[in-house]
């Protein structure tokens, strides 16, 4: 695995910095998987599909009927966050930057295609997808109901994520519930206008909007015991009129929250509860109330023989394995092919001192792509020994 490292990494770490220079925003990941399809072609892989789930790229390694699949997913978009100026690979759009790492996953699952050429699978079929729009927690879902996954029907999924906060090349897992379930729930007030010298006679939802931001705060740490991890973020609110206007009550307003929880069913009972309270505060101050739900995700839920294969791998090339106790409790949309594969989701640390995901000077440390190798290589030979 030397020599095939030591001959592709300079490629490999051209290849990511190209990617990150490409970002593309959820939904508009054209160029990228353009790219990809592109250079996945040169490893002459038996099957490519492309267009899958909006722009979603999967190449297939391996005999077809061979005795089981495993799946590598990495994720295409980038965010609406301007990268840093003084990169040298910086972004060509100035509002869209990498900010999450995907450029480096996607690196990994190129460096594991280039093996693949040269290393064909026998007894498996081992798969590479490129997913859209992870960031909007839409991807997963809309690759789960293409007709080309359905075909594929992967038995193990796999993917990791980089983590900033850890030791750089520590590989962080847990059997069980891994990431949280969220979903953001947006509350439309409509009380009526009226001018700002008279409001008793319109009705402003300003101190209903308050009842509901200090109720649903209250909804997680009451509702629930401590061993079962649930949180609400109130995430925005705002008075709306069209125009800012000092001479007039406002009549409509709206109050955004994400609520997350360590399990699917937790999250599944906070949500009508949440409604629920917004409901009897809409009436006691005669306000219409609409709710809408957007950016589902469910808990990812790693598979027992999954996890204990990549901590014994972790463990033959020297890597700190970390477990911790408890989920993540950020979401990630890798979560929902619980429902058709058995999964695994791992982290690799970024480096303790290193940026946050989604902060502004992120960028994902090249030097991880050959321990992401080294893994995933490592559980394909697994399943092929
Ligand atoms: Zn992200
Ligand atoms: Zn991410």
Redesign the pocket.
């Known amino acids: 695995m030397d020599t095939f490292i030591d001959q592709h990494i300079s490629d490999l770490i051209s290849k990511r910095r190209r990617l990150h220079q490409l970002a593309e925003a959820s939904n508009k990941e054209e160029q990228t998987a353009a790219q990809i399809e592109e250079w996945l072609r040169e490893t002459g892989p038996d099957e490519l599909y492309t267009g899958v789930g909006g722009h979603g790229v999967i190449a297939v390694y391996g005999p077809e009927g061979a005795g089981s699949s495993l799946m590598f997913r990495a994720e295409l978009d980038a965010?609406p966050i301007p990268d840093s100026r003084e990169l040298e690979h910086a972004s060509e759009d100035p509002e869209t930057g990498h900010k999450?790492g995907h450029d480096g996953h996607m690196t990994h699952l190129l460096g594991l295609a280039r093996w693949l050429q040269e290393n064909r699978p026998q007894k498996n079929r081992v798969m590479l997808l490129f997913q859209p729009a992870e960031?909007t927690g839409e991807g997963a879902e809309r690759v789960l109901s293409d007709p080309v996954f359905k075909k594929l029907k992967p038995e193990r999924m796999v993917a990791l994520h980089n983590l900033p906060g850890y030791a750089k090349h520590s590989v962080i897992v847990k059997k069980g519930a891994f990431t949280s379930a969220s979903v953001g729930v947006k509350f439309h007030l409509e009380g009526e206008t009226s001018h700002a010298a008279h409001p008793e006679d319109g009705n402003s939802p300003a101190l209903a909007m308050a009842a509901l931001i200090n109720a649903l705060s209250a909804l997680a740490g009451n509702s629930f015991s401590e061993h079962t991890f649930a949180l609400v973020t109130i995430v925005h609110a705002r008075l709306r009129l069209g125009d800012i206007a000092f001479g007039t009550t406002p009549g409509r307003g709206v109050v955004m929250a994400t609520l997350r929880a360590a399990e699917t069913e937790v999250l599944e009972r906070m949500i009508p509860m949440a409604e629920k309270q917004a409901g009897g505060i809409c009436s006691a101050w005669d306000l219409e109330l609409e709710t809408e739900q957007t950016e589902y995700f469910q808990t990812t839920v790693n598979d027992d023989e999954l996890t204990d294969s990549i901590k014994r791998i972790a463990d033959e090339n020297g890597l700190d394995c970390i477990e911790p106790s408890y989920p993540f409790p950020w979401s990630e949309d890798f979560g929902r092919f619980s429902d058709a594969s058995r999964v695994m989701l791992f982290g690799l640390g970024a480096g303790k001192e290193h940026p946050q995901?989604?902060h502004r000077g992120y960028d994902y440390p090249d030097e991880l792509i050959v321990t992401a190798l080294r893994l995933f290589i490592g559980l394909i030979n697994e399943s092929e020994g």
């Open positions: 965010l999450c960031e995901l989604h």
